[in-house]
């Protein structure tokens, strides 16, 4: 691609970095900016910087928050019984589309995986086991990947939460998400929660 505008070509480059976007979409809206206010295009600018260096992650739970403390964990009306483990804040996200859980959240930024040097100790697994330990949870929900390394993760913190009076549950197996909670559909997520199992069902299912 040839520019007459080093500007124009640096801003492309810059689009062109994001996911799924190509040197012709970047292109195309870089362009599309071209044509706006100026006073527009710094709205758009200053959204994306302030997103960035603003956001907080919830001292509590992990998920993304305008506050040190988010607002799900701060809800008085959700239950402080239930927690439901997911992998990333995209999963706290459909999951709440779904408008069935009522419980809080707590997410482990990832999933233990050897062969991508991903160990517990990256994972957000130890403020895990210290919320069981402090609050007054009852269930955790595991609703993590039905893969290997789901399988493998959700067993370690199982063995981790065995001294603590919690019952640990999953996610009902079988549902073709894949690591892409946020692509199930809105039903089959809100049916797998409602019929979860207790862990030693899914592991014997497992087998
Ligand atoms: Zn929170």
Known sequence: MVFSSALIENAVNEFAKLPG????TALRLVLHL???????????????????????FCKYCHNVSDEEVCSICKAPSRNNGIVCVVE???DVM???????????????????SPIDGIGPDQLNIYSLVERVKADEIKEVIMAVSPTIEGDTTIYYISKKLKDYPV?????????????????ADEMTLARSLTNRLPLENYLQQGK
């Open 34 to 56: 071209l044509k706006q206010e100026p006073g527009q295009v710094e709205n758009f600018g200053e959204a994306i910087t302030r997103m960035r260096k603003q956001i907080q």
């Open 88 to 90: 990333s804040i995209r």
């Open 167 to 183: 019952k640990v549950t999953t996610i009902a197996r079988g549902i073709a998400f894949g690591g892409e909670l946020e692509y």
């Open 94 to 112: 459909a999951i709440e589309n779904t408008q069935q859980f009522n419980g809080k959240y707590h997410v482990l930024g990832g999933i233990i």
């Open 21 to 24: 976007i190509g040197k012709k």
